[in-house]
């Protein structure tokens, strides 16, 4: 069972940042996709930032150029870089790795990020 477990959440004021990394119980180098999710009380879980390929990235338009992705091979884990935060940003954050196309997709628990004053 591979285990997929987010850090880093917390209470940030308005226009900081958070780092949230997520911690992968196997190797990453091939995984097929990768990423985050996010899902905010009362609404639909939405995609935030995924890594399709060693080279690609994807991002929802509401966090194009404050958030930025990234992986780590050696380490196993993903990052997700969070600047200019605002309060809609609010919301749990999961991370999730699919390691084969028509694979598992495994979830993490969740972090909770609030963006308040």
């Known amino acids: 069972q591979v285990q997929v477990v987010e850090s880093g959440g917390g209470l940030v004021q308005p226009g900081g940042s958070l780092t949230l990394s997520c911690a992968v119980s196997?190797?990453?180098?091939?995984?097929?996709?990768m990423g985050w999710y996010r899902q905010a009380p009362g609404k639909q879980r939405e995609m935030v930032a995924t890594?399709?390929?060693?080279?690609?990235?994807n991002y929802a338009d509401s966090v194009k150029g404050r958030f930025t992705v990234s992986r780590d091979n050696a380490k196993n884990t993903v990052n997700l870089q969070m600047d200019s935060l605002k309060p809609e940003d609010t919301a749990v954050y999961y991370c999730?790795?699919?390691?084969?196309?028509?694979?598992?997709?495994?979830w993490g628990q969740g972090t909770q990020v609030t963006v308040s004053s």
């Open positions: 196997t190797s990453i180098s091939s995984i097929y996709s």
């Open positions: 999730y790795i699919k390691i084969h196309r028509f694979g598992i997709t495994y």
């Open positions: 890594i399709p390929s060693s080279s690609d990235r």
